[in-house]
């Protein structure tokens, strides 16, 4: 399988007035075309650091974020943008979705957001056919025209697991998509996106501080002091 995603010796820090925190320190990590990859460590080791760096949401101190041979950092901010709404879907332990709009409307945003208002609408025509498709195959085709608060915790990660697929992405970044959720409810959402990933041949980066969760994944690779290992 050809190499997705490639960090490479990724550093960062943060601070705040005098003080300096390290939280990655040459982190390395792939993924490869079709492959599930489960990134532990714990809380607090920065997972989600990585992850929002792997896709394009935060900028390190040093390092190269290489998608499909293409080093992101030799792109021009629009064109970075661009391949982050096409190529990257992403779901967030929190949902993110936004409260004023329906299930079906929540879905269709990616495919709308890098147009010009005038055009969104005319933009997700097309994928509104897909977000159907997808929003049945996760059982959710009779809450079209819900809102978040009339969901279920469970039911609003489904939906932003919709919202990610929208635009096909070859890479889905998934950070705790189980941690603000039940164990039977996580069960559901894990069995969901294995079901993604044996069907699609999806390619998943899923963080996670939970064994378990990890162990669903084709390969598991560990975080701590703030560079990557094997499991």
């Not at 010796?9 to 492959?35: C, Y």
């Not at 608060?149 to 096909?168: C, T």
């Not at 980066?205 to 064994?211: K, N, Y």
Request: charged share 25%; net charge positive; hydrophobic share 45%.
């Amino acid at each position: 399988m050809e190499i997705l995603l490639e960090l490479i010796d990724i550093h960062k820090t943060f601070r705040l007035g005098p003080d300096a925190a390290r939280v990655l320190a040459g982190a390395s990590l792939s993924v490869r075309e079709g492959e599930f990859v489960a990134l532990v460590g714990a809380s607090g080791s920065g997972k989600s650091t990585l992850l929002h760096i792997a896709g394009m949401l935060e900028s390190s101190d040093s390092g190269a974020v290489v998608f499909r041979g293409q080093d992101v950092a030799r792109l021009s901010r629009s064109r970075r943008h661009r391949l982050r709404n096409q190529a990257i879907g992403f779901v967030f332990q929190l949902y993110h979705l936004l409260p004023e709009l329906t299930v079906l409307e929540n879905v269709l945003l990616p495919a709308m957001v890098s147009a010009p208002w005038w055009k969104a609408l005319v933009r997700a025509r097309p994928r509104k056919t897909h977000a159907l498709a997808l929003l049945e195959q996760i059982g959710l085709k009779d809450r079209l025209k819900y809102r978040p608060a009339e969901l279920s915790g469970g039911e609003r990660q489904r939906v932003a697991i919709a919202r990610a697929l929208i635009n096909d992405p070859a890479l889905v970044l998934a950070d705790e998509p189980t941690g603000n959720l039940d164990p039977r409810t996580g069960q559901t959402i894990l069995d969901v996106l294995t079901g993604l990933h044996r069907q699609r041949r999806q390619s998943i980066l899923l963080v996670t501080h939970d064994a378990q969760v990890a162990g669903r994944a084709d390969r598991v690779v560990r975080l701590q002091d703030g560079i990557v290992t094997p499991e």
